[in-house]
């Protein structure tokens, strides 16, 4: 039995893939009834790497003998890795996490009764192979209906532009035509026969070639005028965290397909998903999931066993002996973590490279849109969701939360986003908000700021044979999170997961070929 054998029996998959704190005034309007807004002094930090930081930076830590032994340990509290953790409940298995609650880039919160997403937010819905995965589980799906997109430019808000919005979109006849041309080519690229699909072996050949070139290169043999153009680089930076320019060109139709497609989502996003399953989890084994632990070694031992030393709140070491591991991090950390690991695949791991992104959590005093998601043309602030337009996420008090996700690009943008003041960033986003939608003139009544480093994977041409050879089990050690998909998602985390498992399996019974 191998690997790939086992997984054959999988069906086709698509993906999508993401408290107050003491502040400072920012006047207003003086005619609103609310004269103040509740300005952070500082980031709500929710993925921390000071830990992370110092093993990048070559510091050496050191290392405990076990004092503790299990049959696997999943490093990483994602989808990915409590997706492995629920597929291997039959064995003692441990899930550490390094941040105090699970979930990585899928987790939510709860303000004035609205759960609001941290990260992840929309998806396809419980498509197969994973329709029986989520019945267990009892995800509560939700079609988005009404406005599920709207365009604002040139001072306009147009719903549906792929649609019939494209004739009330403020542009010249040709620029109209053009989006209309693209929603049409969309709809044509979301044929499940003809179109763009996972996996995408199973595409049409003159489909499956996209993969070999960039979306620039694939925009630079069509005829779309530069409005559409730029429009489909905002919707790629909002799914992906860049631009779409240098990603595969067949990547970036697949996301941009989807648009033509059905859009789902939970009450707060993707963390419904993580509680879902960290709940699984804990009730087949209370004690199967430990967080606050940043793994800082992970080491094959020459009697078949692995090392796990990782470091807890308290500054306090520990190692747990294991017969597998589970790697349910980055990339970007797996390669500092797994000694051994670099020298064996030399800058391979390097090739990896994430998007970082700033989120806003607005807090208003009334509903201020009708419309899902909004996206600006022109500003800082371009993705803007309204979470609270689900059926069950209101507030009793008609109150109302807007989430606004921002993309920083590449290492340089990361450097960018921690460098930032928050004032100054939520300053900025109020005065966007107020030329978006006027309507949050004296709506809103407090902003909150967080940011994270590494969400997003970046998609170049060629990424899917990248992530192949990247996932290969080290040793005892098997990969799973949604980079080894070679696109960070929903269904890209949850497949990752049960192939770990799978891996982790055929470890254990020294079966794996």
């Not at 044509?188 to 070639?209: H, L, M, T, W, Y």
């Not at 993707?270 to 009730?283: A, D, Q």
Request: aromatic share 10%.
């Amino acid at each position: 039995m191998n690997r790939r054998r086992a997984m054959q029996s999988m069906m086709t998959i698509g993906l999508l893939g993401m408290g107050s704190c003491a502040g400072i005034n920012f006047r207003v309007d003086p005619k609103s009834k609310v004269t103040e807004i509740k300005l952070p002094i500082e980031f709500d930090e929710i993925d921390h790497f000071q830990v992370p930081h110092k093993l990048r930076d070559g510091y050496v830590f050191s290392i405990p003998s076990p004092s503790l032994s299990k049959d696997v340990v999943i490093v990483g509290g994602g989808i990915s890795g409590l997706t492995a953790l629920k597929s291997l409940a039959g064995y003692d298995a441990l899930l550490v996490e390094k941040e105090k609650e699970v979930g990585g880039n899928s987790r939510r919160r709860e303000a004035n009764g609205i759960y609001y997403p941290l990260g992840a937010i929309v998806n396809q819905g419980p498509i197969a192979p994973f329709t029986d995965f989520f019945n267990e589980l009892n995800i509560p799906f939700e079609q988005l209906n009404g406005k599920h997109l709207v365009y604002h430019i040139n001072g306009h808000s147009v719903a549906d532009p792929l649609h019939e919005g494209w004739r009330e979109l403020p542009l010249i006849a040709k620029e109209q035509e053009s989006f209309q041309r693209l929603g049409d080519d969309l709809l044509a690229f979301a044929d499940p026969v003809n179109g763009i699909f996972f996996p995408r072996s199973d595409n049409k050949q003159n489909i499956k070639e996209l993969d070999r070139l960039t979306f620039k290169q694939y925009l630079a043999q069509q005829s779309y005028t530069p409005g559409v153009e730029k429009f489909m680089q905002l919707i790629l930076s909002s799914r992906l965290g860049e631009d779409g320019n240098d990603v595969s060109a067949w990547i970036a139709l697949y996301i941009l397909s989807t648009l033509r497609q059905p859009v789902f989502t939970l009450p707060g996003g993707h963390g419904v998903i993580s509680e879902k399953l960290s709940e699984y989890c804990l009730r087949q084994r209370p004690d199967s999931i430990r967080s606050n632990f940043t793994v800082i070694r992970i080491e094959n031992k020459v009697n078949n066993k692995v090392w796990i030393t990782g470091i807890d709140e308290y500054g306090a070491l520990q190692t747990i002996e294991a017969n597998c591991v589970v790697m349910a991090a980055p990339k970007v950390y797996a390669k500092y973590a797994i000694h051994g690991l670099t020298e064996d695949r030399p800058k391979l791991y390097d090739r990896f490279h994430y998007n970082a992104y700033l989120v806003a959590q607005i807090e208003l005093n009334r509903q201020v849109t009708d419309a899902f998601e909004t996206v600006s043309a022109s500003h800082f602030s371009r993705f803007i969701i309204a979470p609270d337009l689900l059926k069950n996420n209101h507030s009793s008090s008609g109150l109302s939360h807007l989430t606004i996700y921002i993309p920083y690009p590449g290492k340089s943008g990361r450097i960018s986003l921690y460098s930032e003041f928050t004032e100054k960033l939520a300053k900025t986003i109020i005065a966007d908000l107020h030329e978006i939608m006027p309507q949050t003139r004296g709506a809103i009544t407090s902003i909150y700021l967080h940011r994270w480093g590494h969400p997003m994977l970046s998609c170049p041409p060629g990424i899917d044979q990248l992530s192949v050879a990247a996932k290969e089990p080290f040793g005892r050690i098997a990969f799973a999170h949604s980079d080894s998909f070679g696109i960070s998602g929903l269904y890209s985390a949850v497949w990752s997961g049960m192939e770990a498992s799978i891996d982790a399996q055929l470890i254990l019974e020294d079966q794996y070929v």
